[in-house]
Structures are given as C-alpha cells and as structure tokens.
C-alpha cells in the first residue's frame, strides 16, 4: 500500500512542477508585442515616500524606482558615483567637494544641480527630519557654482558616505517640496528610473 501512496504522490508532484513550469511560458501580451511585464510585491505599503520623514525598510525598495542618491553602493559594498560624479575629502577630514553630474532632471523637469542638493541637505538637517542624526557632522552647505556643492563639517564623521548612499543622499525636486508641502510624501518626486 505504502508503495502505491508513493508512486501516487510522485506523479502528483511532477504534474505540479510541470503545470508550474508551463505557467511561466506565456504569450507577448494580449498587444502581440514583445514588452515583458515583471510584477514585483511588496510585503507592505510604503507609509512615507518623504525620505526625509521615512523609518521603514519597504519606503527603500520603492525609493530605487524613484530618486537618485549623490552616491551609492556597488556589489561589492564600495561607495561608487551616481549623482556625484567625482569628490575630493580635505586631508584634515571637515570638507567634502562633491562634482555633480550634469544635464539631470527631476521628473518634473526641474534642473538637478548644486542649489538642489544644498536645499535637500539642509532639509535633511532640519529639526523635523528622520535623516538630522546621520548629517549631525555637517555644519555648512555651500554652493561653489552650479556644479559644485562642498560640506564643511564640525568634525572628521567617517559613515558621511555611507549615509550619502542611503536616504540622507536621496535627492528630490525642490520645486515639488515646495509646492507640495507636507503632501509630499504621497506626492514624490525624484529623479531616479522611473
């Protein structure tokens, strides 16, 4: 009897795995075109699309498909360029010069440049901010020209770049901000992928 269950439960389980196998072949659409569609879910909602106000882990998945950082982490975990393109660290450790990509948007069109990222740092150092503890070490924005943005610090604070290649380094339009207010959160609007 144990013999049969077995062999019953072998040809169940390989007609699964075919139907299963099946089921990921499908046609091009019902476009007839050659567009792929990948669903991709998510285990919750993002309550906050403000980096500056967000505390969740989800709010990160979807920030990819929205904003850009001034850097980021390859696979590695090395700290490489995305809106930076290059930045020098003074020898003593208290003034970063980040050299911005140019010609960038924000979805809304507004030009990304060096006035964006001091507007978005200093927001991000703003009393009301989830993102004032991981810019603490900066004490001054400066604009140098239109490309150029430089942070002086208060003191040598070694994660600045890590903390860049996170939410503290996510660059947002700052016409949006403004015109949105504290609606922004469930208004974002970057200039990342999408």
Not at 46 to 53: G, H, Q, W
Not at 74 to 95: C, F, R, Y
Not at 124 to 129: D, F, L, P
């Amino acid at each position: 009897m144990k013999s049969v269950w077995k062999k019953s439960a072998i040809v169940v389980m390989s007609g699964l795995l075919l139907l299963g196998a099946l089921a990921g072949c499908g046609s091009k659409g019902s476009s007839g075109g050659s567009k792929k569609t990948i669903n991709i879910s998510l285990h919750q909602d993002p309550p906050k699309l403000d980096p500056m106000l967000s505390t969740a882990f989800v709010d990160r998945m979807v920030y990819q498909s929205l904003f850009d950082k001034l850097v980021d982490l390859d696979s590695k975990g090395q700290i490489v360029p995305m809106l930076a393109e290059k930045w020098e660290i003074s020898p003593d450790g208290l003034k970063y010069t980040f050299h911005l990509r140019k010609g960038v948007k924000f979805h809304d069109g507004t030009a990304f440049n060096a006035e964006a990222v001091k507007f978005n740092l200093d927001r991000y150092r703003g009393k009301h901010s989830n993102r004032k503890n991981e810019l603490k070490a900066v004490k001054e924005v400066r604009v140098i020209d239109p490309d150029t943005v430089e942070l002086d610090l208060s003191a040598p604070y070694a994660p600045l770049l890590t903390n860049l290649a996170d939410r503290a380094g996510i660059m947002c339009s700052p016409e949006a901000v403004k015109k949105e207010g504290e609606k922004f959160l469930n208004h974002p609007v970057g200039n990342g992928a999408v």
